[in-house]
């Protein structure tokens, strides 16, 4: 990698250092010495060399002048940020992933998590998707690029840069790909079972590899089980459970554009006979199969994230008991629930307190059997609680 670059100076406060010593990567706006390195004298993604007060360098990063995460910290040794960078990082991460999965099926880079703050990447098997959802990032999209390519060599590297979090740091959105060619859809394989996947058009960067060890532990409760999946996207859950043996699968999900997702999932699978899908608001579906008395021995609510920010708490932990009401309402007497969430600001003991709560509302025994979590490709950074954002769990609800 190449010697320490020449980058302008960002001045912490004094004590300001201690986070990022003790292994956290973000420095806040009311962190930085704005005497001495003033913000304003920054543009969005310039890479700075982040000192103590006292002139002692923590390392290399980047700054956005404008966002509450003033500084992403990216490299300790302060090293440049290059291509020769993030060669050397993909490396590191590719070596877990090979170790964990046979196939190139997975996120191949988790943000912070993977030393590259504001990326993520993932692939599906020869296909690259990228996405920068960072100021920092964006800048370094060219070097991203040929990194991925010396890395990975792939048929195609998408950049599908239009999440939500580009708006906070300034950034325009846009879709495009940069190398090789993409016709129609990619395919991220599980558990044996094929999804195709609109990597353009998709949700997020067009699939959930997150859940997929959470995926793998369906098999002792869906061999010739009745299944559910609500919010069930392109069918990740419900197909998989068909895959291990269940009996009859129905899948529900708002979007039409989903529902077709999961019908051409189901065909390309050979699956027609033991699944369906239905275009249904999630707690409307569940209310009308509440009314109709109609059960399922395993239900599985896979929700968006109901708690985006701190200040939705307590709407969001309200939607969320709802949610695992209906749901249980409609189980057999001996059912299976598999409740998540993916919200960061819901912590898993309040998700289990109003799955508790639903429980006893309806006079039902609740045994927590396994608890879930992002799978290993989405790895926690100790330093950084936002990097632990999935939970779950595996209950079985009983008569009380």
């Known amino acids: 990698m190449s010697n320490s670059p020449d980058y302008p100076a960002l001045v ?4 300001e250092e201690r986070r990022l010593r003790a292994g956290h990567l973000w420095v806040f706006s009311n962190e930085v010495d704005v005497a001495r390195t003033p913000l304003t004298g920054f543009q ?3 890479p700075v060399t982040i000192l ?3 002139g002692k360098p923590v390392g290399t990063g980047y700054v956005n002048p404008s966002t509450l995460i003033a500084a992403r910290l990216v490299d300790r040794a302060g090293h440049a940020l290059d291509r020769s960078l993030v060669v050397h990082r993909l490396k590191v991460a590719l070596s877990l992933r090979e170790r964990l999965f046979a196939e190139p099926y997975y996120r191949l ?3 912070e998590s993977d030393g590259l703050p504001g990326l993520t990447v993932e692939r599906f098997g020869d296909v690259v998707v990228a996405q920068a959802t960072t100021a920092g990032m964006d800048r370094l999209r060219d070097e991203v690029t040929e990194a991925i390519v010396k890395v990975l060599a792939p048929s195609a590297l998408l950049w599908k840069n239009d999440s939500g979090a580009r708006a906070i740091e300034g950034l325009a959105d846009s879709v495009e790909v940069v ?3 993409l016709d129609g859809p990619a395919i991220a394989r599980e558990g ?3 999804f195709l996947c609109d990597l353009r058009e998709g949700q997020k960067t067009g699939w959930f590899y997150d ?3 959470n995926r793998d532990r369906l098999a002792p409760y869906a061999r010739g089980a009745k299944v559910l999946d609500v919010f069930s996207y392109l069918g990740g859950w419900g197909l998989r459970a068909a895959a291990f043996g269940a009996s009859a699968v129905e899948c529900v999900d708002a979007s039409a554009r989903a529902v077709a997702g999961i019908n051409a999932n189901i065909d390309r699978n050979g699956m027609r006979d033991r699944v369906q899908a239905h275009a249904a608001d999630a707690f409307e579906f569940l209310k009308a199969a509440r009314a109709e008395r109609r059960k399922w021995d395993v239900v599985i609510l896979d929700p968006p994230a109901f708690v985006k920010r701190k200040k939705d708490f307590k709407e969001g932990s309200l939607a969320y008991r709802r949610l695992n009401e209906l749901g249980m309402q409609v189980l057999e007497r001996d059912g299976i ?3 998540c969430s993916c919200s960061h600001h819901m912590p898993r003991e309040a998700l289990i307190d109003g799955l508790q709560a639903g429980a006893r509302h309806l006079d039902r025994q609740v045994q927590l059997l396994e608890p879930l979590s992002q799978a290993a490709d989405h790895p926690v950074h100790p330093a950084i609680p936002e990097t632990d954002y999935l939970k779950g769990v595996i209950a079985r609800v009983i008569p009380a």
């Open 12 to 15: 912490l406060r004094r004590g």
């Open 44 to 46: 969005p993604g310039d």
């Open 52 to 54: 103590e007060a006292g």
């Open 109 to 111: 880079v988790f943000g």
């Open 179 to 181: 190398h090789g060619t």
């Open 192 to 194: 044996g079972v094929d």
């Open 211 to 213: 859940q997929r060890g």
């Open 337 to 339: 629930l598999i409740t």
